[in-house]
């Protein structure tokens, strides 16, 4: 199992980004999918996750509700996250995630830094 996370980078207070994350290894679409993040010195915590198949049951967490969406391109074997409204809180190293038979997956995570 391969992730790849992408489309970090530095942004403004109030500004926008997309991360997708490119998945291998796995059929995409059988699998729940999970973005969390990890600020310096914090642990890593949930961001948002996305059921299996048409994705149709989504989470977040209270620090992102309304501001961030997650989706999944069963197709494309690719999960993304649209990030709106972005807050110096939101500053952190951004993973994508998948559980196969019981053992979680992690991939290179993506930098978002967001300047007030």
Not at 20 to 31: K, Q
Not at 79 to 91: F, G, K, P, Y
């Amino acid at each position: 199992v391969q992730l790849q996370a992408s489309g970090g980078g530095l942004v403004q207070a109030g500004g926008s980004l997309r991360l997708s994350c490119a998945a291998s290894g796995i059929i995409f679409g059988l699998n729940d999918m999970g973005w969390y993040r990890q600020a310096p010195g914090q642990q890593r915590e949930l961001v948002a996750t996305i059921a299996r198949f048409s994705g149709r049951t989504t989470n977040y967490s209270d620090s992102v509700k309304g501001r961030f969406t997650i989706s999944r391109d069963n197709a494309e074997s690719r999960l993304h996250l649209q990030m709106n409204n972005l807050r110096s809180e939101d500053t952190a190293v951004y993973y994508c995630n998948t559980k196969v038979a019981g053992r979680d997956y992690w991939g290179k995570g993506t930098l978002v830094t967001v300047s007030s």
